[in-house]
């Protein structure tokens, strides 16, 4: 079946402007997970769902990032005002799990943001 | 807090060549800990995991085994392959089953 897809693959956008990146997950997958790769570095936690509730927005750098998952199902991560620091890959990743399980997490192809 | 520290790269090798990457982590518990591959252009899989202390987690020709006593855990390769040559991540499983990953190992493997 079909893998964990994320939309657009690639964003350029000017300083200040608002962003929204999507993510459709694997089909039963009930959670689901933002992560933000950094340039050389490795992919770092922003939020968790668990169907549509967000159980863990520790990661989220600032209140300008925003995400939902409002049926459960697609997931979008808002950027408000973007800066150059935003710019890094968007990964989704979707999992089985309905708690913090052993299920593997299947990553999308990720969304190269450059802010510039 | 949770975190995990692996070798710098890049790492570049000769095909056959054994290849090691370290992995040490810092951890509450014993949490699960992953290898995950990056190929060119494609995005994160899993290579192999271990779920608890002395398991041994194996896949296409690559091992770990999980350390508790060292806190490692170390990948390692008999004899690589120019199609091995990747980004390499160590990850472990935080408490709400998010990842925490490594800053990754570049191998290059060369004919």
């Known amino acids: 079946g079909a893998g964990v897809s994320q939309s657009p693959r690639y964003k350029v956008a000017k300083r200040g402007q608002d962003v929204a990146l999507r993510c459709d997950p694997i089909s039963g997958h009930v959670s689901l997970f933002w992560y933000q790769q950094a340039l050389g570095q490795g992919p770092e936690f922003l939020t968790y769902f668990q169907n549509e509730a967000q159980l863990d927005k520790s990661g989220l750098p600032s209140d300008r990032f925003f995400a939902e998952r409002p049926e459960g199902s697609v997931s979008t991560l808002k950027i408000q005002r973007t800066q150059q620091e935003d710019s890094a890959v968007y990964l989704c990743?979707?999992?089985?799990?309905?708690?913090?399980?052993?299920?593997?997490?299947?990553f999308g192809p990720g969304t190269r943001l450059t802010v510039t | 807090g949770n975190s995990v520290t692996q070798m710098e790269g890049p790492v570049t090798l000769s095909e056959e060549a054994f290849l090691t990457i370290n992995c040490t982590y810092t951890a509450t518990g014993y949490p699960s800990l992953f290898w995950y591959v990056q190929y060119p252009g494609e995005g994160l899989q899993l290579l192999l995991k271990?779920?608890?202390?002395?398991d041994k987690g194996s896949n296409k020709g690559f091992e770990a085994t999980y350390r508790k006593e060292t806190t490692s855990f170390h990948l390692e390769k008999g004899s690589v392959q120019v199609s091995d040559s990747a980004v390499y991540f160590c990850a472990l499983r935080g408490s709400q089953g998010n990842l925490i990953f490594g800053k990754g190992t570049k191998l290059s493997v060369k004919p």
């Open positions: 271990a779920t608890k202390a002395d």
């Open positions: 990743a979707s999992s089985l799990a309905r708690l913090a399980g052993e299920y593997e997490q299947y």
